[in-house]
């Protein structure tokens, strides 16, 4: 049941409108996909360039503020190595007066002051040594508390007079940088104190950052620790920062935000570019949902189009096959009385056109030769009350037939000549065994007359060669089967009845078979009449009389063979011994 379902669902079993409509629609949907995907490319590339563009911004900006980094270090270290400032420290850590320490420690301070007003962005510098002193040059609005300031100095010693860095946090937003003082003089290497220089990260990136606070903003992560972040909105996740390079888009703050970062070789920071992907590419989504309505319409328009076309197509199939309906029950008049002109020369118009004609002509004929039989039957009759002799019937049926040819009915004259033929051989008594080849004439005689009759319905196949038809059968032998054949398998079926007649020789017999394509039997029915206990209708030859004649002639080991399968027809095979090919 879900076989036969399935096919009628499939492709080859759909109305042509409807396989009209579904190319169209897969073409359509084909080009879709073509389009969109060009789209994609296109935006993809955007994207590419979009990121190309940022990831150089980013560039400058990290060169510029790593450049701010790298004077910084240069300051302390200039700082460190003053000359004038080593000979101050090495006093101040030599004196016991301490109004020269402090007048000491005064130029000290005014000469750090000096050095920091080269760098704009350090808010100030602090100096503390083993001694205690503690001085502070500029100001700050926020100052690291003591814990950090222990933390910065042990990493500063350890440093050995390199400079250190200490990264911002929440607590204290700027960015430190130490580095421990040591003696170039006498004393060589002797630690001469800690500076602490307090850099404000937010004005450097302000300077340096290529990006403008409406269009989007710089943040900067070490590792996962935000090192500059102007707001709490965007947090990088671990992929980003574990790919070191390269953009995507997410959402930050509840916008969709175009993000391109990389990461600094020399620092070890990784800046992010979070940039307002509404606003960059409010033309490219517009462009995108103005495309995507186009195709829409597009394809609406070209369903409503294709659906007109693939109408105006099959609404006459629709009608012509609504006729063959009718034609199917014999309805001819309600076809002659609807069919509607038609002005359509294509192949449509023409298929109409001659179909109608057609039909026309086959009313005709039916008429013509329903008034033909009643004739016929009227004389049988007549010819039965009168007792007429075999000879006055042969002689009426060679007129029919030279009627029916002078009025140019050959189907007429052709059915006329095979029944008068197999009536002249069904009636002469005086012969009882003929050769294959003539018993095929008759058999041929008579399958004319029922295809005549059946038309289209009825298919008969001869597959004998000519070879075997020297070998002797009785009269009679093949017709009755094959009529049997018509009657149980053609009356019997809905669809056509293929009778097929073949020969196969075997090594001591010739086997001539007789098969249908009709509904077969059942095993109970096949054994019945296996043993010829099958009750019989007709009062013809039965298939036990030519079963016992063929033994009769040939011995035992000839004979009628039955087989059948249910559903799927019938077969009655004539075996004959090859004996009978010289027996007269």
């Given at each position: 049941m879900f076989t036969d379902r399935f096919r009628r669902i499939s492709f080859r079993d759909m109305k042509i409108k409807h396989k009209l409509m579904v190319v169209m629609m897969l073409l359509i949907v084909f080009f879709c996909l073509v389009v969109i995907s060009c789209l994609q490319y296109i935006f993809h590339a955007y994207d590419e360039m979009l990121y190309a563009q940022s990831a150089q911004t980013i560039n400058n900006s990290i060169g510029d503020i790593e450049n701010e980094i790298r004077n910084i270090e240069k300051l302390s270290m200039t700082i460190a190595t003053d000359t004038r400032i080593q000979e101050q420290l090495t006093k101040v850590k030599e004196m016991t007066n301490e109004y020269e320490r402090a007048q000491t420690l005064t130029d000290f301070k005014n000469k750090i002051f000096v050095y920091m007003l080269t760098e704009k962005h350090i808010s100030s510098?602090?100096?503390?040594?083993?001694?205690?002193?503690?001085?502070?040059?500029?100001?700050?609005?926020?100052?690291?508390?003591?814990?950090?300031?222990?933390?910065?100095?042990?990493?500063?010693?350890?440093?050995?007079?390199?400079?250190?860095?200490?990264?911002?946090?929440?607590?204290?937003?700027?960015?430190?940088?130490?580095?421990?003082?040591?003696?170039?003089?006498?004393?060589?290497?002797?630690?001469?104190?800690?500076?602490?220089?307090?850099?404000?990260?937010?004005?450097?990136?302000?300077?340096?950052?290529?990006?403008?606070?409406?269009?989007?903003?710089?943040?900067?992560?070490?590792?996962?620790?935000?090192?500059?972040?102007?707001?709490?909105?965007?947090?990088?996740?671990?992929?980003?920062?574990?790919?070191?390079?390269?953009?995507?888009?997410?959402?930050?703050?509840?916008?969709?935000?175009?993000?391109?970062?990389?990461?600094?070789?020399?620092?070890?920071?990784?800046?992010?570019?979070?940039?307002?992907?509404?606003?960059?590419?409010?033309?490219?989504?517009?462009?995108?949902?103005?495309?995507?309505?186009?195709?829409?319409?597009?394809?609406?328009?070209?369903?409503?189009?294709?659906?007109?076309?693939?109408?105006?197509?099959?609404?006459?199939?629709?009608h012509l096959t609504q006729q063959m309906r009718y034609a199917e029950k014999g309805d001819f008049e309600w076809i002659v009385t609807h069919s509607p002109d038609t002005d359509r020369s294509d192949e449509v118009g023409y298929l109409q056109k001659r179909f109608f004609i057609m039909i026309r002509r086959i009313d005709t004929?039916?008429?013509?030769?329903?008034?033909?039989?009643?004739?016929?039957?009227?004389?049988?009759?007549?010819?039965?009350?009168?007792?007429?002799?075999?000879?006055?019937?042969?002689?009426?049926?060679?007129?029919?037939?030279?009627?029916?040819?002078?009025?140019?009915?050959?189907?007429?004259?052709?059915?006329?000549?095979?029944?008068?033929?197999?009536?002249?051989?069904?009636?002469?008594?005086?012969?009882?065994?003929?050769?294959?080849?003539?018993?095929?004439?008759?058999?041929?005689d008579y399958m004319n007359i029922q295809k005549v009759r059946f038309e289209s319905e009825l298919q008969f196949v001869l597959d004998i060669d000519e070879r075997f038809y020297m070998y002797r059968i009785p009269k009679m032998s093949l017709q009755p089967i094959a009529e049997n054949a018509i009657k149980h398998g053609l009356?019997?079926?809905?669809?056509?009845?293929?009778?097929?007649?073949?020969?196969?020789?075997?090594?001591?017999?010739?086997?001539?078979?007789?098969?249908?394509?009709?509904?077969?039997?059942?095993?109970?029915?096949?054994?019945?009449?296996?043993?010829f206990a099958m009750p019989s209708k007709e009062t013809g030859i039965g298939l036990k009389n030519i079963h016992e004649r063929l033994r009769l002639m040939f011995g035992e080991s000839a004979g009628l063979l039955f087989s059948s399968v249910e559903g799927h027809g019938t077969q009655v095979t004539i075996k004959i011994p090859k004996e009978g090919e010289s027996d007269v």
């Amino acid at each position: 049941m879900f076989t036969d379902r399935f096919r009628r669902i499939s492709f080859r079993d759909m109305k042509i409108k409807h396989k009209l409509m579904v190319v169209m629609m897969l073409l359509i949907v084909f080009f879709c996909l073509v389009v969109i995907s060009c789209l994609q490319y296109i935006f993809h590339a955007y994207d590419e360039m979009l990121y190309a563009q940022s990831a150089q911004t980013i560039n400058n900006s990290i060169g510029d503020i790593e450049n701010e980094i790298r004077n910084i270090e240069k300051l302390s270290m200039t700082i460190a190595t003053d000359t004038r400032i080593q000979e101050q420290l090495t006093k101040v850590k030599e004196m016991t007066n301490e109004y020269e320490r402090a007048q000491t420690l005064t130029d000290f301070k005014n000469k750090i002051f000096v050095y920091m007003l080269t760098e704009k962005h350090i808010s100030s510098i602090h100096f503390m040594n083993d001694s205690g002193y503690s001085l502070l040059v500029g100001q700050s609005a926020q100052m690291p508390d003591e814990s950090k300031k222990e933390e910065v100095i042990i990493e500063a010693r350890q440093a050995k007079g390199g400079n250190v860095w200490a990264m911002p946090d929440a607590e204290h937003p700027y960015l430190l940088a130490a580095r421990e003082i040591r003696s170039t003089g006498a004393n060589l290497l002797e630690p001469l104190g800690t500076l602490i220089f307090q850099v404000n990260l937010d004005s450097v990136v302000q300077q340096h950052q290529t990006v403008s606070k409406d269009s989007g903003s710089l943040y900067i992560w070490k590792g996962n620790q935000p090192i500059y972040a102007p707001d709490e909105g965007f947090q990088p996740g671990m992929d980003m920062i574990d790919s070191k390079q390269g953009y995507t888009i997410q959402e930050v703050d509840g916008l969709s935000s175009f993000i391109a970062y990389t990461t600094s070789k020399e620092t070890g920071w990784t800046y992010f570019s979070v940039l307002s992907y509404n606003d960059i590419f409010k033309k490219k989504n517009d462009l995108r949902l103005a495309l995507l309505v186009v195709v829409l319409l597009l394809f609406i328009t070209v369903i409503a189009i294709s659906y007109r076309f693939a109408r105006g197509i099959t609404k006459p199939i629709e009608h012509l096959t609504q006729q063959m309906r009718y034609a199917e029950k014999g309805d001819f008049e309600w076809i002659v009385t609807h069919s509607p002109d038609t002005d359509r020369s294509d192949e449509v118009g023409y298929l109409q056109k001659r179909f109608f004609i057609m039909i026309r002509r086959i009313d005709t004929l039916i008429e013509e030769n329903y008034t033909r039989q009643m004739l016929l039957k009227d004389t049988e009759y007549r010819a039965l009350q009168a007792q007429i002799n075999p000879h006055f019937l042969y002689n009426t049926l060679t007129s029919i037939n030279w009627m029916a040819r002078t009025s140019g009915q050959a189907a007429i004259s052709s059915m006329v000549e095979s029944l008068s033929r197999l009536l002249r051989n069904a009636i002469s008594n005086n012969v009882q065994v003929i050769t294959l080849g003539e018993e095929i004439g008759l058999l041929q005689d008579y399958m004319n007359i029922q295809k005549v009759r059946f038309e289209s319905e009825l298919q008969f196949v001869l597959d004998i060669d000519e070879r075997f038809y020297m070998y002797r059968i009785p009269k009679m032998s093949l017709q009755p089967i094959a009529e049997n054949a018509i009657k149980h398998g053609l009356e019997n079926m809905i669809g056509n009845c293929k009778i097929t007649v073949a020969a196969v020789e075997r090594d001591q017999s010739l086997e001539i078979s007789v098969s249908d394509n009709g509904p077969g039997m059942d095993e109970k029915a096949l054994e019945l009449l296996r043993v010829f206990a099958m009750p019989s209708k007709e009062t013809g030859i039965g298939l036990k009389n030519i079963h016992e004649r063929l033994r009769l002639m040939f011995g035992e080991s000839a004979g009628l063979l039955f087989s059948s399968v249910e559903g799927h027809g019938t077969q009655v095979t004539i075996k004959i011994p090859k004996e009978g090919e010289s027996d007269v």
